[in-house]
């Protein structure tokens, strides 16, 4: 026949999605080029890849010879054959290899009838090496030996493992034909479970030959098996987690069981036994009585929650049923456990943190909208309500969903569209795996065409309206991790408002104590008391009706907090402190990154949610701007600036310091959100704090001067103060270190009018009185955090006069001055009113604190004996040293002694160590080799270590604390506010004592000398 002629009768490769070169050359080689194979070319235009389909069936035509001719016959009159043959060959590359080396098994493609059961699977199994039952055994004990032993086994295990695994990747896979539809997710997965049973049981056998040729096996052992595999809902590339009980477990049922995992992993699949007690560095096996002891005493939560899925599924079935009798129990008493939520939200964190940003939209397992997300769900409603409904207690996904929704745990429209997002990810992770037979979760890049358009084609998704395949199912990925990630949600926390607000929504309905117990299991540890803060909030009003709205999702990001139980109370007073906030509800419905935020700040630090309600402006800055968070877009100078000015307006002292006291809780508030948040380091916090403290001051420093010179001129004594008035900062605030807690420690410095109405002596008076007002002003009972102005500092202590002229100053340091007081003198710095005068103070006092070639050994010697009665006489009683912020070893006090030590030796010949900040004067420390950089190091990290433990306490218990608590509730809250989201509280407490315990040795050597 003319090829032309031949050519225009068939379909045009093109149309048939042929796009390889060679593709009529294949097809004429396979005699299909011709029009009598107009109905075989069609069908292999619907196979997931045309290309790679042909090739598969010209190397199948090659390996067959001979026998080409009975398939090609085969593959024109049986449409069933031919849709599984092109569907299995199209969709995994790997299992048409498989084909090709073993080709006469297309012919098991061709069997009708049902898949094979558990029975058969095992029989042919164990027919690949010629195993027989163990004789003596109960008819319980599927124990067999094999007729070849050791790695010769392997070959024909592995080929028959093929066989049957692409039996049903080819009914999988098949487009559809005539009576027989694509097989079901669950159906695929039961006979991959059977298959692995059988897998198994197998190797077992050939580790009987291998480990006892010549004897019967003493004892018992049975195999358990775990994961997927035990809840039969297996993938086609998986590990098959198992758990071995032996009776005895001595080293002859080890040596039985590695060799099973060895012949296993290497025919068939990993066989993993990580499960286990104490994991990899467990015993293999164990008796059923250690395992037990092992669960009632040592167990994690996360061991429970995996032996959810725990089967009998070879060896010895007895024994195995014994085991998940003995354990199931404990099982259902795990969200009991006092550490259950905290294990249980951890895990899942890191879970989560585990998969690569650049993955995260992309990761089918792990991801956010993932199959995890899924079975983590029902896991954990299965472990809250299985206590108390036994018909929770079963193993697969699906099947516990199922369940949960007939109980009433879980809406019925939920529960559909859950379990079908399921089973559509696990659709896709099946097909993604049978590609290659390799264990994947992970989807192509989304702008890999290609690879989406075969992947749609072999998922059996369609075109639709202007969208190809490939599009619509990048579409759907995307609809459907949406979905999950919003039921995830919807799973834990609707059903509880939708059952106290007693809506008729998905007829869901959980009595009081279904709602304590989820919520207990969600991390509220007052349930009950949780359920009335609900049942206040999700009231009959229009209020009610949008927090029923905004609850579940608040109620998650709550839970995820180190205090949900406060998250929850504080947003209820806030909620109700707002209840005429018009803008409140509105903005947590339309701005989620407030809401979430907001929720972080609630369930971490009952401090700012008190300040939150009194000034709930703040809130609105928890929202992104152009810039990002807004929480951190203020500078400086504008708090200062609008204290001024607000001060100014102000009609009377009284509302100057109301006006100022108002700014600085607010922006006490912005701060503090933005440090729990981990929007600000350390040294952004103590300088932000620093620059309010100081804006207060300054501003009341202002109002009271003002006021005062109003009432002079109203007597007739001028419009002019009869002083200039300086503050200068001290300690911390001079350092702009300040911390929540810290006082503001000041010297006032006064320089009389020349030419005024006062004499000296009255002017002197005039300012005292003026700094008096200031420190009592500031520090008056409020609900404010207050501001105590603190002078103890000056001259003479508290026993000297509390403002003192330029000149007084200047004599007295020439006189009197102490080294202790030298000291102090290295953070002065001018925080508030006059600045021309605050800098005559620093000039006239550099001399002082600098002394040319630094202190004497006297003086040296002067201030470790104070540091020594300081560290002795003000540790508080029965504070522990090891963890007191302030004055433990290695705590603020030894790293800021030992850098002013250095200051002062040092600071008259390098010029850059004049310097009130610790952190500073450390980088010149360092950068002038004035000490070694690690040390430096060293002493950088317990600073910032102990300053931001400190920091985090106050915003924790509201109060200064420079005590670390032991472990606990408390200590794991400070950890979380810390920023130690890694790990436990125990590793922050381990990180904290390592850090410290190394400064301190550097603080023995520079400071103590030793």
Known sequence: MNPNTQRSRIPGVGRLGLLEPTAETNLASLGWFEPESVDVLWALSRSADADITLKALVRLREALGDGWPELDAAIRSDTTLRGRLFGVLGGSEALGDHLVSNPSAWRLLAERGPLAGREQLREQMLAAVGAVKEPGRPDDDLLYRAAIAGATAVPPLRTKHRDLMMVVAARDMADLVENEPWLPFVEVGEYLADLADAALTAALAVAVATVYPDKPVPGRLAVIAMGKCGARELNY???????????????????LAGEMMRIGSMAFFDVDAGLRPEGKNGSLTRTLDSHIAYYKRWAKTWEFQALLKARPAIGDMALGQA??????????????????????????????????????????????????????????????????????????????????????????????????????LRLLEHRLQLERLKRTHTLPPFDDDEAWRWLARAAHVRPDGDRDAAGVLRAEVRRQATRVRRLHTKLFYRPLLESIAQLDADEVRLSDASIVLRLKALGFEQAEHALQHLKSMADGSRRGRIQTILLPTLLEWLSETPNPDAGLLNYRKLSEALAGVEWYLR???????????????LGSSTFVAELLQRSPEVIRMYADGANGPKLVEVQPGEVTNGMLAAVTRAANRDRAIAVARAMRRAEIARIASADVLGMLTVPEV??????????????????????????????????QAPARISVIGMGRLGGHEIGYGSDADVLFVCDPVEGGPDSESEAVKWADHIAEAVRKRLGAPSVDPGLEIDTGLRPEGRNGPVVRTLAAYRHYYDQWAQPWEVQALLRATQVAGDEELGLEFLYMIDRIRYPDGGVSADTV???????????????????????????????????????QLLQLRHASAVRALRNTSTLQSLDTIGATEVLAESDVTLLRDAWLTATRARNALFLVRGKPIDQLPGPGAVLSNVAYVAGWREGSSLDFLDDYLRTTRRARAVVDRVFWGE
């Open 861 to 899: 010697r002067e201030l470790r004996r104070i540091k020594a009665r300081v560290d002795s006489e003000r540790l508080p009683r029965g504070a522990d040293p090891a963890t007191h912020t302030k004055l433990g070893r290695g705590g603020l006090s030894d790293i800021e002694w030992t850098v």
């Open 686 to 719: 103590c300088s932000a704090l620093s620059s309010v403290w100081s804006a207060a001051v300054n501003a009341a420093l202002v109002s009271e001067i003002n006021a005062s010179v109003a009432e002079r001129r109203a007597a007739g004594r001028g419009d």
């Open 323 to 424: 085991y998940v009798d003995a354990l199931s129990p404990m099982v259902w008493e795990a969200s009991e456990r006092a550490d259950f939520v905290p294990e249980v939200q951890q895990m899942r964190r890191r879970v989560e943190e585990n998969v690569p940003p650049e993955l995260r939209e992309r990761e089918l397992k792990l991801g956010r909208g993932g199959l995890r997300d899924v079975e983590f769900a029902v896991q954990l409603l299965q472990l809250v309500h299985g206590r108390t409904d036994e018909s929770l207690r079963v193993r697969g996904t699906l099947d516990a969903l199922a369940a949960l929704t007939e109980g009433g745990y879980v809406g019925r429209d939920d529960g559909a569209n859950f379990s079908a997002s399921y089973r559509f």
């Open 237 to 255: 590339v998986s590990d098959v987690d198992v758990i071995f009980v032996a009776e005895p477990a001595d080293g002859p049922s080890a040596r």
């Open 587 to 601: 903005v947590l419905r339309d701005e989620s990154v407030v809401a979430q935020r907001l929720m972080t700040v």
